[in-house]
């Protein structure tokens, strides 16, 4: 089992839909929760952070975290095209110093 | 601020022939990752230096695979020899601290013929 999981996808939603981005992870010493965004053929940027229980939102993005469940997600709020990319989840282990990514979830945005 | 600054952007080598990888973090970043990334996965893990000393290599093949971070700046990551199975995206990043979120330099596509 890999330490954090995603779908890889592909996740294809309409222009101005709301797009949901999962990740699992199975490591408990993972006390934070990053979300990049990688376009094809670029290095990933960093998006979104969440550490507590509960809903972050920052525009358009809303990161939930869900520790009991082990549970991360990512909803994108009125998607656009430019938001076709691949979103890496990534777990921070605080003792250990250091992320583990998932392989990613790549979404398409439709006109 | 400046970025993560890696060179070079791509290089194609032949098995058996070695290869190095620059970075040069965001000032002030104490801590440095290489990170190679297959394509279709997540990016792995090779090596993490906080200033210039080694926290965790336990993913790099150390058969193959060495880097320094001299001066607890800039860093090198070296290949020899190389394998098929090296071709990847070598990723650079650093953090100020050990808080989690990274900047990535640009990266190099390593292909191994």
């Known amino acids: 089992q890999k330490e954090v999981e995603q779908n890889s996808g592909p996740l294809s939603v309409p222009e101005g839909a709301i797009a949901s981005l999962n990740c699992t992870y199975s490591d408990r010493g993972s006390q934070s929760f990053f979300w990049y965004r990688q376009y094809s053929g670029k290095s990933p940027e960093l998006i979104m952070f969440i550490y507590s229980n509960g809903d972050k939102e920052d525009g358009r993005f809303t990161a939930q975290l869900n520790k009991a469940s082990q549970y991360v997600s990512l909803l994108i709020r009125d998607s656009q095209p430019s938001d076709s990319a691949t979103y890496l989840c990534?777990?921070?282990?605080?003792?250990?110093?250091?992320?583990?990514f998932g392989d990613g979830t790549t979404l398409t945005v439709k006109p | 601020e400046a970025g993560v600054a890696q060179s070079p952007r791509y290089k194609i080598i032949e098995k058996r022939q070695s290869v190095a990888f620059w970075c040069n973090p965001i000032s002030g970043h104490a801590t440095l990752y290489w990170y190679q990334q297959i394509l279709g996965q997540g990016p792995k893990l090779l090596i993490q230096?906080?200033?210039?000393?080694?926290?965790?290599d336990s993913q790099l093949p150390k058969d193959r695979f060495s880097a320094e971070r001299l001066k607890g700046v800039d860093s090198t990551l070296k290949i020899q020899p190389a394998k098929l199975e090296d071709s990847a995206v070598y990723l650079c990043?650093?953090?100020?601290?050990?808080?989690?979120?990274?900047?990535f330099g640009s990266g190099t596509r390593l292909t191994v013929v």
């Open positions: 230096f906080q200033n210039n000393g080694v926290v965790d």
């Open positions: 990043a650093s953090s100020f601290g050990q808080a989690g979120g990274y900047t």
């Open positions: 990534a777990g921070f282990n605080t003792n250990a110093g250091k992320s583990t």
